[in-house]
């Protein structure tokens, strides 16, 4: 009973985890209820149905972001008061229609009227794109029929929301990349045999808005994983796109860019690599051979993020655990040693290893010396991590514990059964689980921690 709280607590939690950390998100108008309406929104619904020839109308819910009604209040001419934008769509026609409603005399009218580029809303966000003083808004828009998804930009010209740029995308993300004190929109696009990243930016007159910059990825992809934008460097404002995508052989790797007068600018890149590989008689001072591209291929599925919190995005490089190299094995049993680095001289350098047991929620740092020496071992069991020394020559012996360093225990508060916990001390709460970790006694090992060491090197996840 307790394993099955935990299992389902715990996939609960990686799904929660993986879809605020991604940004992609599955929930589809046909999910949701429809909510009830307050009294503004009615107002604004009545308002609405006035406006429409069709004396039904059915209200359209974008699919993701932070916008989910289909009545979005932003200020977009300006004037310091919030329009409603209203997605709907009328009985004869699949295709959704936008309305544009403001307050004249306390009273909710539609002032303005467009048809949408497709049937579903993908998202609604608001960004400074232009040189127009108000807010421009992005749509992104999709259909069943179509793979190909496409992001419009809007702006308010002359009481009226004209369509600045339309551009089919797989992916999107929005920052001021360049910090100009303008909003940059990154499209990452996979079509066909193409795969692309492209920045998009007002052009010279300041309110057209069109793709500056093109980067072709790796055509190994099969899809975008993760998009992340942050500092890339600790000793450096300058800011960078992160592109973890999933490449042929369920295997991850990632590409960054930053962006400069010039546009996109490759400091992982696929086409890095491809050079390298060109090279005909690699000189010793140009190894290492592999590319910054070709460290970062993983199987380990996990993503740029800023782990630490020191507001530079890690990059993991990650390696199978001592022991576990062997490529028969089902990845549900493989462990792994991830190593969070920054970008520094055109190499990677370390900012810290560690195992991440992403059932359980939690991480544990290794110490320099544990690196290629510590291993763990996953006691089925009771889902206990014990970290022991590995032996080379124990390479089919995993179960081989003689030389136990730690354990970390993953304990539900329902679970009243487990009277095995006798010198565990408590590392962390975290809603009904509480963890705990052992020392072994008389551990003579070079390897040794303390109780305190271990309780610093653990860290929620
Ligand atoms: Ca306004
Ligand atoms: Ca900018
Ligand atoms: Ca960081």
């Known amino acids: 009973m307790f394993r099955k709280l935990l299992l389902a607590a715990a996939a609960l939690w990686a799904a929660v985890t993986l879809s605020s950390c991604t940004g992609f998100s599955v929930v589809t108008e046909d999910l949701m209820d429809p909510p009830k309406l307050t009294a503004e929104q009615t107002a ?14 059915r209200l359209k819910y974008p699919k993701t972001g932070d916008y989910r009604s289909s009545f979005v209040f932003h200020d977009i001419d300006g004037d310091d008061e919030q329009e409603a934008i209203a997605f709907y769509s009328v009985e004869s026609s699949d295709y959704t229609r936008v309305s544009l409603l403001d307050q004249k005399e306390g009273q909710w009218v539609a002032v303005y009227e467009l048809p949408g580029a497709s049937e579903d809303v993908e998202f609604i966000s608001f960004a400074n794109i232009t040189d127009n003083p108000a807010d421009d808004v992005i749509i992104g828009w999709s259909s069943p029929d179509q793979e190909e998804k496409e992001l ?6 002359d009481n009226t929301l004209t369509l600045q740029h339309s551009e089919t995308y797989s992916e999107y993300i929005l920052d001021d990349l360049d910090r100009d004190g303008r909003d940059d929109i990154f499209i990452v696009h996979k079509s066909g045999n193409s795969r692309s990243a492209s920045l998009l930016q007002i052009s010279f007159n300041g309110y057209e808005v069109d793709v500056v910059s093109e980067i072709s990825l790796s055509d190994a992809i099969v899809e975008f994983s993760h998009l992340i934008t942050g500092r890339f460097r600790s000793d450096s ?3 960078a796109l992160f592109i973890d995508e999933l490449i042929s052989g369920s295997s991850y790797a990632t590409e960054v860019f930053t962006i400069t007068s010039n546009g996109l600018i490759p400091l992982i ?24 591209y070709e460290q970062t291929i993983r ?14 995005v890690e990059i993991p490089i990650s390696r199978s655990l001592p022991g576990y190299e062997d490529e028969e094995l089902a990845e549900a049993d493989k462990l ?13 350098a370390r900012v810290f290893s560690a195992v991440i047991n992403r059932t359980a929620g939690y991480m544990i740092r ?5 690196i290629d ?17 590995y032996n080379n020559e124990l390479k089919h012996s995993l179960n081989d514990i003689s030389e136990e360093l730690a354990r970390i225990r993953v304990v539900s508060q329902n679970d009243y059964q487990d009277k095995f916990l006798e010198n565990y001390i408590e590392l962390d709460v975290k809603g009904l689980f509480t963890y705990y970790g052992y020392i072994p006694e008389n551990v003579t090992s070079d390897l040794k921690i303390s109780a305190v060491e271990l309780k610093s090197m653990f860290e929620l996840i």
């Open 44 to 57: 604004i619904n009545n308002a609405l149905k006035q406006s429409v020839i069709s004396s039904t109308i």
């Open 152 to 157: 419009c930009v809007y702006s308010m010209v």
């Open 237 to 239: 404002g300058q800011k």
């Open 269 to 292: 890149s696929w086409e890095m690599a491809e050079l390298d590989l060109e090279e005909e008689q690699p000189s010793e001072e140009l190894k290492p051979t592999l590319s910054l």
């Open 299 to 312: 199987s380990e599925q996990v993503f740029c993020t800023d782990i630490n919190n020191d507001s530079v």
């Open 336 to 348: 792994y040693l991830t190593q969070y680095s920054h970008l520094k001289d055109e190499s990677f």
């Open 366 to 370: 290794f110490p320099e010396n544990w």
């Open 373 to 389: 020496n510590v291993t763990v071992v996953n006691q089925v069991e009771n889902g206990e991590w014990r970290f022991i020394r």
